[in-house]
């Protein structure tokens, strides 16, 4: 029930038409009972956006590609994690006071923590753009052995370089050699849904297998991993998990995990092919 008391939250990007965000909050202040409503913003101009989200008392924001790095200019404090990964992904206003985090690194960790240890384990991102960033930050925090595999190898050799890991050409891979292999490029992605990163040759039974691309939920590279007897995490986890603990920064209150995957899950059937 939307009132004169309703609380606002919002996404802001471009474009956002497609976003899960929206019916996974809004699920999520219902279930948590908070009279609060979670709204997808096309936003083309981050600054007046931000001008916009304090004049009007927005509560907290989302933020989606392509302002994930514009908006940091604009935010009065940014949060150390954020910072050093040079992307805020959640906004929290705080009486006209806005603080920026960036929660896709502790979605990525607490997806794979679900399923595996981190430390000490060698690990693959195939990848070197925002996600691969953010998540690399995360796993050489948490103590892992990171590979940069990368198409354009300036963008792989500078991501590496930043993480202190190492790079490798992505058509250089060779199998067997990683504890955790994880996706973080669109390849596979609807509609392209038979396009793999990886030969399936290169997968092998002890791997643990992420990909971080969730429509579809089981991409091209999670049906071969599985048939290789990998274990396998899907990027509903990691989407539902980032966007858990934006629902704790902006309420307080513990996020009900169960439905906000529900919600996810859910809006995906109606995408899937
Ligand atoms: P981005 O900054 O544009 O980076 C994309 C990366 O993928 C680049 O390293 C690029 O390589 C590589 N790439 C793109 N197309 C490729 C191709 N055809 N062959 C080889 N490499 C290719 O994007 P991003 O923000 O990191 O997002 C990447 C993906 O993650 C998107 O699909 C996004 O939807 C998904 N994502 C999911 C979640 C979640 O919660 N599950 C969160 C964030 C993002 P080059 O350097 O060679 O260009």
């Known amino acids: 029930m939307i009132d004169a008391n309703t609380s606002l939250f919002g996404l802001i990007g471009n474009p956002v ?4 965000s929206p019916v996974m909050h809004n699920q999520a202040f219902a279930a948590a009972g908070c009279n609060a409503v979670y709204v997808a913003l096309k936003v083309t101009d981050p600054g ?4 916009g989200i304090r004049a009007l008392n927005f509560k907290g924001l989302s933020v989606t590609l392509p302002h994930k790095v514009a908006v940091m200019e604009y ?3 940014i949060d150390e994690a954020a910072k050093r990964i040079g992307a805020v992904n959640t906004i929290v206003n705080n009486n006209g006071k806005l603080s920026g985090f960036n929660t896709d690194c502790q979605g990525a960790i607490k997806a794979l923590r679900v399923r595996t240890s981190i430390e000490g ?5 195939i990848g070197a753009g925002g996600a691969a960033r953010a998540i ?3 796993l050489t925090t948490a103590g892992g052995h990171l590979t940069i595999l990368n198409r354009t190898r300036t963008n792989g050799e500078q991501l590496a370089a930043d993480l202190q890991a190492d790079f490798l050409p992505l058509d250089e891979c060779r ?15 609807h509609p392209d849904t038979n396009a793999t990163p990886l030969a399936n040759n290169l997968l092998s039974k002890e791997m643990v297998v992420m990909d971080i691309v969730y429509n579809p939920l089981h991409t091209r590279l999670l049906k071969d991993a599985a048939a ?4 396998i995490i899907n990027g509903v986890d990691m989407f539902v998990f980032q966007g858990a603990h934006q629902f704790e920064l902006w309420t307080g209150q513990k996020a009900p995990v169960g439905v906000m995957q529900n919600a ?3 809006a995906l059937q109606t995408k899937e092919i």
């Not at 038409?17 to 899960?20: D, R």
């Open 17 to 20: 038409a497609h976003s899960l």
């Open 48 to 51: 007046s956006a931000l001008n």
């Open 75 to 77: 935010l009065d404090e």
């Open 121 to 125: 384990k060698s690990i693959a991102i």
């Open 136 to 138: 690399g930050f995360g």
């Open 175 to 189: 199998p067997n050699r990683y504890d955790i292999l994880i996706n973080t490029t669109p390849i596979g992605m």
């Open 228 to 231: 290789r007897g990998c274990r």
């Open 264 to 266: 996810v899950l859910q």
